[in-house]
């Protein structure tokens, strides 16, 4: 089986790994953009481990989602403040904003130009400034992938700026970041962190190689995430949770993803809905959909004993089925108290336009068998 595989050039993991970020950084540039959460303060720590091996920098705080707006704004405060490296400290929107900023200093022009969707989806000219990825969220992966989610104020969707060239040379992941966590954060990323285990495994571009990572990160998901969700100074569960999440990361970048984000992108630039959560609603919906739609039109596809081990996985059981694993994963939401769509004001009225823009977003075409509109909009009635 043909299969491509790329991720950052370095991942360093390990709990307390955060105090080498200082020499890293030292070995990459001299000043560093640091993009932060609207919290700055937090990223203390590895602003004392900068000063202390002589690197300078400036903080650019992502006060939500990653905008284009915010994004060149960061790119204005990188060239003012003469910074050679950009290092991401945060959860998936930071670390992606600081993955945008780091490829838009070095190539001019209109960033929607290189988004795609939305834009010409033009390809990266010059190589991005040197990017260094501290998560502290366990659940997008986003230190070890290859694009950045950003949102358009004006077309009200969440589309990708992507490239190889865009994976960080260093991903620092240091599961003692998450510790303090709060539980409904722990759960929607960790959700989020599941999902990209899953959907990789069953997408039309699973492989040899993100296969092991995926069935590792499953089982650690089913084994830990509760536990982390309930006792958030649990070391053991936080570490399995950054390894899923680091491990779906790894996944996505390199076999695609599905239905689930391919709904997320457009219900999170359309309502202020958290990435997370609404791949958690999502996620037991698009399972049962797609168990249906290739079991009347691809009965023979292999997917189906795939997600067969899924639920075997999931729930622990060796009889376990493809529906089992649904129903898992459904009431794990509702133990985790994932809220339904129609909180964040989704409503019937508005499923046409979901279900046209998620059709076109990038995501659904690595969906295991392609959905049809009615299809697409019966699973939005479930998770509403």
Same mark, same amino acid.
């Given at each position: 089986?043909?299969?491509?595989?790329?991720?950052? &050039?370095?991942?360093? !993991?390990?709990?307390?790994?955060?105090?080498?970020?200082?020499?890293?950084?030292?070995?990459?540039?001299?000043?560093?953009?640091?993009?932060?959460?609207?919290?700055?303060?937090?990223?203390?720590?590895? !602003?004392?481990?900068?000063?202390?091996?002589?690197?300078?920098?400036?903080?650019?705080?992502?006060?939500?989602?990653? *905008?284009?707006?915010?994004?060149?704004?960061?790119?204005?405060?990188?060239?003012?403040?003469?910074?050679?490296?950009?290092?991401?400290?945060?959860?998936?929107?930071?670390?992606?904003?600081?993955?945008?900023?780091?490829?838009? #200093?070095?190539?001019?022009?209109?960033?929607?130009?290189?988004?795609?969707?939305?834009?010409?989806?033009?390809?990266?000219?010059?190589?991005?400034?040197?990017?260094?990825?501290?998560? /502290? /969220?366990?659940? &997008?992966?986003?230190?070890?992938?290859?694009?950045?989610?950003?949102?358009?104020?004006?077309?009200?969707?969440?589309?990708?700026?992507?490239?190889?060239?865009?994976?960080?040379?260093?991903?620092?992941?240091?599961?003692?970041?998450?510790?303090?966590?709060?539980?409904?954060?722990?759960?929607?990323?960790?959700?989020?962190?599941? *999902?990209?285990?899953?959907?990789?495994?069953?997408?039309?571009?699973?492989?040899?190689?993100?296969?092991?990572?995926?069935?590792?990160?499953?089982?650690?998901?089913?084994?830990?995430?509760?536990?982390?969700?309930? !006792?958030?100074?649990?070391?053991?569960?936080?570490?399995?949770?950054?390894?899923?999440?680091?491990?779906?990361?790894?996944?996505?970048?390199?076999?695609?993803?599905?239905?689930?984000?391919?709904? #997320?992108?457009?219900?999170?630039?359309?309502?202020?809905?958290?990435?997370?959560?609404?791949?958690? /609603?999502?996620?037991?919906?698009?399972?049962?959909?797609?168990?249906?739609?290739?079991?009347?039109?691809?009965?023979?596809?292999?997917?189906?004993?795939?997600?067969?081990?899924? #639920?075997?996985?999931?729930?622990?059981?060796?009889?376990?089925?493809?529906?089992?694993?649904?129903?898992?994963?459904?009431?794990?939401?509702?133990?985790?108290?994932?809220?339904?769509?129609?909180?964040?004001?989704?409503?019937?009225?508005? !499923?046409?336009?979901?279900?046209?823009?998620?059709?076109?977003?990038?995501?659904?075409?690595?969906?295991?068998?392609?959905?049809?509109?009615?299809?697409?909009?019966?699973?939005?009635?479930?998770?509403?």
């Amino acid at each position: 089986m043909p299969f491509d595989f790329a991720t950052a &050039t370095q991942i360093i !993991f390990g709990a307390g790994r955060l105090k080498e970020a200082g020499a890293l950084a030292a070995g990459m540039g001299r000043r560093a953009l640091v993009v932060t959460t609207d919290m700055p303060e937090r990223a203390a720590p590895l !602003f004392e481990a900068l000063t202390a091996h002589g690197v300078d920098y400036k903080a650019f705080p992502i006060l939500e989602e990653p *905008t284009v707006e915010r994004v060149k704004m960061g790119v204005a405060q990188l060239r003012e403040s003469d910074c050679n490296l950009v290092i991401g400290i945060g959860g998936g929107s930071v670390l992606d904003a600081g993955k945008a900023i780091a490829a838009l #200093a070095t190539n001019p022009g209109d960033p929607v130009d290189y988004l795609e969707v939305i834009g010409a989806g033009k390809p990266l000219a010059a190589a991005p400034l040197p990017y260094l990825a501290i998560p /502290t /969220t366990a659940g &997008t992966g986003a230190e070890v992938t290859r694009n950045a989610v950003l949102a358009s104020t004006e077309h009200k969707v969440k589309v990708s700026l992507r490239s190889l060239a865009m994976l960080p040379k260093v991903a620092l992941i240091d599961p003692e970041l998450t510790y303090s966590l709060p539980p409904n954060v722990t759960a929607s990323t960790g959700m989020d962190a599941l *999902t990209q285990c899953l959907e990789p495994y069953v997408s039309n571009a699973a492989s040899p190689m993100t296969d092991p990572l995926c069935l590792d990160g499953m089982r650690r998901a089913a084994r830990s995430l509760r536990q982390a969700y309930e !006792f958030g100074q649990d070391a053991a569960a936080r570490e399995d949770m950054a390894l899923v999440s680091l491990f779906g990361g790894l996944a996505l970048a390199n076999a695609k993803l599905g239905a689930v984000h391919g709904f #997320a992108g457009p219900l999170g630039g359309m309502y202020p809905i958290p990435h997370g959560v609404a791949c958690a /609603t999502l996620l037991p919906h698009v399972m049962e959909m797609n168990l249906r739609a290739l079991r009347t039109r691809a009965p023979d596809s292999p997917t189906l004993s795939r997600y067969d081990e899924v #639920a075997r996985i999931l729930t622990g059981r060796a009889d376990a089925t493809a529906a089992d694993g649904a129903a898992w994963a459904r009431e794990l939401g509702q133990s985790l108290g994932i809220p339904p769509l129609s909180n964040y004001g989704v409503r019937r009225e508005h !499923f046409p336009e979901i279900v046209d823009k998620s059709a076109r977003a990038s995501s659904m075409k690595g969906n295991p068998i392609p959905l049809t509109a009615d299809e697409l909009a019966e699973i939005l009635e479930q998770a509403l």
